[in-house]
């Protein structure tokens, strides 16, 4: 083990964040925080790190482990290169191989003890040289610099002139480079796109040490992760296997603990009804056994309500009309800007109800097609034309469409004059905008929030063709899946730019590569355009051309979440398995359970019948020893007492039948 977090709590303002957080690490292990914004999992991490420090609890290390830690933002302020900045992370290294080359000239000029002695000395630098493998220091950056996107010509760029999303990749490579036994990651593909991704992937996968990531990049933690540590209402949860398996068993778990909720209220509200009988029966005896079960109540540690399943937001996306079945036709699409040509000569086709995703490298112009299309950017040559009775409507991950100096109920109200203020409300109250919160200024929103007042004005408009630019930015895994169903089931048409495999995966018809200047197109979702990239690229650009690789890509498939190995049709062959050989019995078990809870409540009824009347007839005879005429009647007298002392031992009797039969 080489990191234990045990017991940790942290609050912020009288607010918990985390409640008995605790998890462990094994070395090589691979392990993903996940969680919905605000869960808490950046506090985790800087309690890990070190840069906050617990209410309660500790983070322990094995001896003499050394981890990086990468954030989210970095600002890395220097006159370095990238080469020079990444150099610096094998500066011991290239000092010892200088210390070598030096030793080598000395050599030439010594004798006797001193040449003895310096060839020892050389003997060791070189072999702390080869154990740290210090022969392939450039070809290491080098590797890395490419893999996290930069080409060789822009080594030279100088890291003050970079872009935020520049910076942090740097700093990415830096962390690689120092090879910690154990690398946390903050969010790292945020910065990267699909081929870097790629590469991250497989470095990661056969990096030989331990690594922890905060992501909301499923597709990623599906490629890397053997174990998920989940963040939620306060609590840290670990389950074994990477995203798909953590969503299978999540769903389990949510049942199991649904069922526990369910079973003990029903458990609380059945021992309050039995203590709430007992008293009634107004015996010495029987308000003891209330009292004595009302102590074991207040005994009980009572379960939490658990969360429903996506109950943060809920999104219904439907065209107010149908369109043509040609939506657009684009010829001859051209853009440069300055002497840097995006594409030129572009030709596509999208018809009524297809999912199409643009892909592509960084800077190649995805979203620029899409500002282009929405008339946002001109084009330098080409045609547009949209079909019949198309509507558009555009989700811009910039939020041009957003008035920062409005509120949110007044950039709905003002966008949609015809809507009440119930409706506004209960339309940002789905995308978790509740109370005051609709009084907020669109300027003083994070981006996330912002993408939802986005979406909401989406939801809302009459469009039937949907044009989205990175619509899963700033969502967390929840907000992100919620989305992916209400466009899978949308029945318009949808284009739209994605970094998100996940979501492209689950949502795509079609796919649209922009590489090379060109479009290359492939029917089907991600997994299928993994599948033939290969080849495709080979045929057109010739063998070389790829970045990525089959092995790098494609998740579990919907029909193998279940049965996790299996394919689509073994699968439907162990759900038919499944229920030829359990179905009968379990039908069987479920009759006579039903059976038996019948059998009970009649007996129970049957009881508490009997009770009643005995209770009546002991009132009536109470009665009737007040009366002076019976005091008088000795025979009478001495029959109503026999009885009711007879009536007290079977009541006696029916009292503890019923508590029994109420346990």
């Known amino acids: 083990m080489i990191l234990s977090v045990h017991g940790l709590n942290k609050s912020f303002d009288g607010k918990d964040i985390l409640r008995d957080a605790s998890f462990h690490m094994e070395k090589n292990e691979k392990a993903a925080i996940v969680g919905i914004n605000g869960a808490g999992k950046t506090t985790l991490i800087r309690l890990i790190?070190?840069?906050?420090?617990?209410?309660?609890?500790?983070?322990t290390f094995a001896r003499d482990i050394t981890f990086g830690y990468l954030a989210q933002n970095q600002n890395i302020d220097t006159e370095n290169s990238i080469y020079e900045e990444l150099r610096k992370v094998k500066s011991d290294v290239i000092e010892l191989e200088e210390n070598i080359r030096s030793a080598e000239e000395d050599m030439k000029h010594l004798q006797g003890d001193e040449l003895t002695k310096l060839l020892d000395r050389y003997t060791l630098m070189n072999e702390e040289f080869k154990r740290r493998e210090g022969f392939s220091w450039k070809s290491?950056?080098?590797?890395?610099?490419?893999?996290?996107?930069?080409?060789?010509?822009?080594?030279?760029?100088?890291?003050?002139n970079l872009s935020g999303g520049q910076k942090t990749r740097v700093a990415l490579g830096k962390l690689l480079l120092q090879n910690p036994d154990l690398i946390i990651l903050d969010e790292p593909t945020n910065?990267?796109?699909?081929?870097?991704?790629?590469?991250?992937?497989?470095?990661?996968?056969?990096?030989?040490?331990a690594v922890l990531i905060v992501s909301h990049d499923r597709y990623f933690l599906d490629k890397i992760a053997d174990k998920v540590i989940e963040v939620e209402n306060c609590r840290v949860s670990s389950f074994a296997g990477n995203y798909s398996d953590y969503a299978v068993k999540k769903e389990q778990k949510r049942a199991i603990e649904w069922n526990a909720y369910v079973r003990q209220q029903a458990e609380i509200k059945?021992?309050?009804?039995?203590?709430?009988?007992?008293?009634?029966?107004?015996?010495?005896?029987?308000?003891?056994?209330?009292?004595?079960?009302?102590?074991?109540?207040?005994?009980?540690?009572?379960?939490?309500?658990?969360?429903?399943?996506?109950?943060?937001m809920r999104i219904t996306l439907k065209p107010s009309c149908e369109s043509g079945t040609d939506v657009l036709t684009v010829e001859g699409l051209s853009k440069s800007f300055g002497n840097e040509k995006l594409f030129s000569g572009l030709d596509f086709e999208i018809k009524k109800g297809e999912h199409v995703a643009i892909i592509g490298d960084n800077g190649t112009g995805k979203t620029t097609i899409l500002k282009i299309l929405n008339r946002a950017e001109d084009m330098d040559e080409g045609r547009i034309t949209f079909g019949t009775k198309v509507q558009v409507g555009y989700y811009d991950q910039e939020h041009h469409v957003l008035h920062d100096e409005k509120t949110l109920f007044q950039e709905i109200s003002d966008a949609?004059?015809?809507?009440?203020?119930?409706?506004?409300?209960?339309?940002?109250?789905?995308?978790?905008?509740?109370?005051?919160?609709?009084?907020?200024?669109?300027?003083?929103?994070?981006?996330?929030?912002?993408?939802?007042?986005?979406?909401?004005?989406?939801?809302?408009?009459?469009?039937?063709?949907?044009?989205?630019?990175?619509?899963?930015?700033?969502?967390?895994?929840t907000s992100k899946e919620i989305?992916?169903?209400?466009?899978?089931?949308?029945?318009?048409?949808?284009?739209?730019?994605?970094?998100?495999?996940?979501?492209?995966?689950?949502?795509?018809?079609?796919?649209?590569?922009?590489?090379?200047?060109?479009?290359?197109?492939?029917?089907?979702?991600?997994?299928y355009y993994i599948e033939h990239v290969d080849e495709r690229m080979s045929r057109l650009f010739g063998s070389g051309s790829v970045p990525g690789s089959n092995a790098q890509a494609g998740i579990m498939s919907d029909g193998s979440y279940?049965?996790?190995?299996?394919?689509?049709?073994?699968?439907?062959?162990?759900?038919?398995?499944?229920k030829k050989s359990g179905g009968s019995q379990d039908w069987k078990a479920q009759k006579q359970a039903q059976a038996e809870k019948r059998k009970l409540e009649v007996a129970i009824k049957k009881c508490e019948d009997e009770i009643a009347v005995l209770e009546k007839r002991d009132e009536e005879i109470t009665a009737a020893l007040s009366d002076p005429e019976v005091g008088r009647d000795l025979s009478r007298l001495r029959k109503l007492t026999d009885e009711q002392n007879d009536i007290a031992a079977k009541l006696s009797e029916l009292y503890d039948r019923w508590e029994k039969l109420n346990s």
């Open 416 to 477: 949609y004059p015809t809507l009440n203020n119930t409706e506004i409300r209960n339309t940002l109250a789905a995308f978790l905008f509740t109370g005051d919160d609709v009084f907020k200024r669109i300027g003083d929103l994070s981006g996330g929030e912002k993408g939802r007042v986005s979406l909401a004005k989406l939801m809302l408009s009459d469009a039937n063709f949907l044009i989205l630019d990175e619509p899963t930015n700033h969502l967390d895994i």
């Open 49 to 59: 790190i070190g840069e906050l420090t617990p209410d309660d609890g500790e983070v």
């Open 562 to 578: 279940k049965y996790a190995g299996m394919s689509p049709d073994s699968a439907d062959e162990a759900v038919s398995d499944d």
């Open 191 to 209: 910065h990267l796109d699909m081929n870097s991704i790629r590469w991250l992937e497989n470095y990661l996968r056969g990096y030989r040490g």
């Open 140 to 160: 290491e950056i080098l590797g890395v610099a490419r893999g996290l996107g930069f080409l060789d010509e822009e080594l030279s760029k100088s890291i003050k």
């Open 483 to 527: 989305l992916e169903a209400a466009i899978s089931g949308y029945e318009g048409t949808v284009l739209y730019v994605s970094h998100d495999r996940y979501f492209i995966n689950k949502t795509a018809t079609r796919i649209l590569d922009l590489n090379h200047g060109s479009l290359i197109n492939y029917i089907g979702n991600y997994d």
């Open 270 to 312: 059945h021992q309050e009804e039995v203590i709430a009988k007992l008293k009634s029966f107004n015996r010495e005896k029987s308000i003891k056994r209330a009292e004595s079960r009302e102590k074991m109540l207040d005994k009980i540690e009572v379960l939490d309500k658990p969360a429903d399943v996506n109950d943060s």
